[in-house]
């Protein structure tokens, strides 16, 4: 835990459970000339340039594999009014399980062969030559869930405060932003709630490879440890293409969490009650007081966070664990330290090589049994036993995020068992 400022040329971390290569990883960010300073959330681990669970600012340059490969990655939850005896009876559970399975695809390029529609749509996807070109996949992608750590599943959400009143701060109001539409109001109490994390899909990814890839070549002069945290300059063309492009990317991946709730929802007959979404992997405009060496300056700065969850004061998220720990509905403290930022989950502890290697499917059925979940379908490398103990993670940023509900997975679907991740 960090209190104090945010510190030009520096960054503070939060938690101590962080390997030796995710701080690396961060030093290694802090290097580039375009950085000005930035965070660690409790959840980090290594990933492609900045660490998962990293924060960057930088003044005027926007880091494609500081945004990460899955653009705008989020997560959405609806609160429903169905009665919690849904998960008692068999014939429910069997109308909850088929609800999932018809309406949206897991796996690798999965797509529906009757496209959704959706307004999404009709923007300009000729700001980017990569957008235009993959305008036609997104149509088929729409309302699909992909693999990796992304998922959909049913739970019990247990408010434990009244929400009450939640101003739309920082993050949440950009375009293609988190955000927060009517958990307030919520009595404390259980609910049925459904819960969903993916992203911007196939056309997110081709975004991040085409303009990392430019990035790498406009920067010769990067060493290998830095060439991942290329960037590119919002005052140019690649710059502003880039920055258009995650944007629709955000809209898009928005777009794909409300065709997923909404078929849902409607296949069950039910109505919702409440809901909350946000994401991480993306870059923010904003404006944040640093310390520099003649005093406290506030500066305009572009806010990378690449698996952190924007937490500016009265903004609402959802931290999510494993299937078979609880997550987290949250609301922003508003911290500078962290540059408004929290953890976007529990963290990974092992690579997917190593969680197949390490576990067997009779251990980890008896284990999801006794915590009273149903898994549709997994791979081995999501496991419960892949992540860091939510409860330590939730404990190390206390002064990030007040806990408002919990949500315990009842119904967990992910990409099949064998599938190639994506995140």
């Known amino acids: 835990m960090n209190t104090n400022l945010p510190e030009m040329g520096r960054w503070n971390q939060w938690g101590t459970d962080i390997d030796q290569p995710s701080i690396a990883q961060m030093q290694n960010a802090m290097a580039l000339p375009v950085s000005v300073t930035g965070a660690l959330m409790p959840d980090a681990h290594v990933g492609y340039g900045l660490p998962i669970g990293g924060v960057l600012a930088t003044r005027n340059a926007v880091v494609p594999y500081a945004v990460g490969v899955d653009i705008a990655c989020r997560m959405k939850m609806t609160v429903l009014d169905l009665p919690l005896t849904v998960f008692e009876h068999d014939h429910e559970r069997k109308r909850l399980r088929r609800a999932i399975e018809e309406n949206t695809r897991f796996g690798m390029g999965a797509e529906f062969e009757k496209p959704h529609s959706h307004d999404v749509l009709d923007m300009d996807w000729t700001v980017s030559p990569v957008t235009h070109s993959m305008k036609r996949k997104a149509q088929s992608q729409l309302g699909t869930s992909g693999t990796g750590n992304h998922f959909v599943e049913f739970g019990v959400l247990e408010v434990i405060a009244p929400a009450g009143d939640a101003p739309r701060d920082g993050a949440a109001a950009q375009v293609g932003g988190s955000g927060w539409f009517g958990i307030d109001g919520l009595a404390p109490g259980k609910y049925v709630a459904l819960l969903s994390h993916s992203g911007s899909r196939g056309p997110g990814a081709q975004v991040c490879n085409h303009y990392s890839k430019l990035a790498t070549q406009l920067h010769p002069e990067l060493s290998k440890e830095l060439s991942r945290l290329a960037w590119l300059d ?9 920055w258009d492009a995650m944007n629709l990317m955000g809209q898009f991946a928005s777009a794909n969490h409300g065709i ?4 849902i929802t409607k296949a069950l007959g039910a109505e919702v009650i409440a809901g909350v979404e946000n994401h991480h992997n993306f870059a923010w405009k904003e404006t944040h007081v640093v310390q520099t060496a003649e005093g406290p300056r506030e500066q305009e700065l572009i806010v990378h966070r690449k698996g952190a969850t924007p937490a500016g004061a009265g903004v609402y998220g959802v931290i999510p664990g494993s299937m078979a720990t609880p997550g987290f509905v949250v609301r922003g403290l508003g911290s500078q330290s962290s540059l ?3 953890s976007h989950g529990a963290g990974r502890v092992m690579s ?14 008896r284990q999801l049994a006794e915590a009273g979940v ?13 992540y860091k103990d939510i409860h330590s993670v939730m404990a190390a940023q206390k002064d990030l995020v ?3 509900a919990s949500f315990h997975p009842r119904m967990v679907k992910m990409a099949p068992d064998g599938e190639k991740a994506e995140d």
């Open 352 to 365: 997917r090589t190593k969680a197949r290697e390490a576990f067997a499917w009779g251990n980890v059925k």
């Open 234 to 242: 919002l005052d140019t063309q690649e710059g502003k293409e880039y």
């Open 374 to 386: 149903e898994v549709i379908s997994c791979g081995l490398d999501e496991v419960p036993g892949v």
């Open 340 to 342: 408004r930022s929290a």
């Open 260 to 263: 997923i709730h909404r078929t």
């Open 402 to 404: 007040e806990v408002v």
